[in-house]
C-alpha cells in the first residue's frame, strides 16, 4: 500500500489537459471563455455553479436563470500545448496571454460576449 506521500507525489506528476473552455448562449449568441488547467473537471464545475445559482458571472448566471439550461452548450474553445519542463504558474500564465489573444479577436468580429 502506498503512503500518503507516495500518493501525493503521484498526484503532482499526472498532467491535465489545459485550455480555454466555452459556455454558449445559443439563443443570443453569446460566449464566455474561461481558462483552466483541467479541461476534463471544469464542465461539472461550472455546470454545478450555475444550478446552483452561483455563478461567478452574473450577467451569465442572469440568462442561465432566465432562459434555462436548454439554451447553453459546453465545449473546450482551445486547448494548450504545455511542455512536461513548465511549472503550473508559466501554465497559467500563457492561458492567460491565449485568452486575452481570443477576447480580443472574438471581440474585433463583434462577438457578444460575457
Known sequence: MKTKKEIREDYK?????????????????KIYLKITTDLDRILNS????LKAGLH?????????????????????????????????????????????LHLAELKSRGQLLY
Open 13 to 29: 506528476s499526472l498532467k491535465f489537459r489545459a485550455g480555454i473552455f466555452q459556455i454558449i448562449n445559443t439563443k443570443e449568441s
Open 46 to 49: 461550472e455546470l454545478f455553479q
Open 56 to 100: 461567478s458571472n452574473p450577467a451569465l448566471q442572469n440568462d442561465w436563470n432566465t432562459l434555462g439550461a436548454g439554451q447553453f452548450e459546453f465545449k473546450d474553445f482551445d486547448e494548450l500545448s504545455t511542455k512536461d519542463t513548465e511549472t503550473p504558474e508559466e501554465v497559467k500564465q500563457e492561458l492567460k496571454k491565449l485568452l486575452e
